[in-house]
T-cell receptor, first 113, second 116 residues
Framework: GENVEQHPSTLSVQEGDSAVIKCTYS??????FPWYKQELGKRPQLIID?????GEKKDQRIAVTLNKTAKHFSLHITETQPEDSAVYFC????????????FGKGTRLHILP | NAGVTQTPKFQVLKTGQSMTLQCAQD?????MYWYRQDPGMGLRLIYY???????DKGEVPNGYNVSRLNKREFSLRLESAAPSQTSVYFC???????????????FGQGTRLTVV
């Protein structure tokens, strides 16, 4: 079955700098890759996603890139702000088969003042 | 529009007791999921249901059973709770994606379960 690896587990960046979180997946049939943000004590919420027919997607300060050949995708946050501090999860989903959504173990992002 | 609603929010069980976690969604979604979240382990899929009447095992199904009662409701049952099942449990739902449909998965607020 699908396996999603996420790195790093913890990331600290200075406010205003950029943060990059990387994920790899094992099932080449996966075709949808969402990213979720979870603030302390709250539920995960979608921040951006990408389908396998697209190489890059951007939404203001957040972007996601996908390399299908290498089976990895990354989240990029530019001009980081204190409110970006949270746990971020990547996931992989096969929308053509069983529709399982498998998550990575998460990255705790700290924005340092 | 309530989205995904889980009950209860908190529960303490003794080892060997049983309980059912309830989940309901009002978005007419086909797919529903149960995850557990433990520190450093991310969100691990317990069971999922791609449509009413079907359920499938996820990554960590042992010790759990599920029922897709109808399109709205997906319950998770612990028949004989163990301390290793202490965790935060999240239910989620999503439209079964076709074409350009919205593929976002929406989560409930979570159930914090402690087994002593």
């Amino acid at each position: 079955g699908e396996n999603v690896e996420q790195h790093p587990s913890t990331l600290s960046v200075q406010e205003g700098d950029s943060a990059v979180i990387k994920c790899t997946y094992s099932d080449s049939a996966s075709n949808y890759f969402p990213w979720y943000k979870q603030e302390l004590g709250k539920r995960p919420q979608l921040i951006i996603d990408i389908r396998s027919n697209v190489g890059e997607k951007k939404d203001q300060r957040i972007a996601v890139t996908l390399n299908k050949t290498a089976k990895h995708f990354s989240l990029h946050i530019t001009e980081t702000q204190p409110e970006d501090s949270a746990v971020y999860f990547c996931a992989a989903r096969n929308m053509n088969r069983d529709d399982k959504i498998i998550f990575g173990k998460g990255t705790r992002l700290h924005i340092l003042p | 529009n309530a989205g995904v609603t889980q009950t209860p929010k908190f529960q303490v069980l003794k080892t060997g007791q049983s309980m059912t976690l309830q989940c309901a969604q009002d978005m007419n979604h086909n797919s529903m999921y149960w995850y557990r979240q433990d520190p450093g382990m991310g969100l691990r899929l317990i069971y999922y249901s791609a449509s009413e009447g079907t359920t499938d095992k996820g990554e960590v199904p042992n010790g759990y059973n599920v029922s897709r009662l109808n399109k709205r409701e997906f319950s998770l049952r612990l028949e004989s709770a163990a301390p290793s099942q202490t965790s935060v449990y999240f239910c989620a739902s999503s439209e079964y994606p076709t074409g350009g449909s919205n593929t976002e998965a929406f989560f409930g607020q979570g159930t914090r379960l402690t087994v002593v």
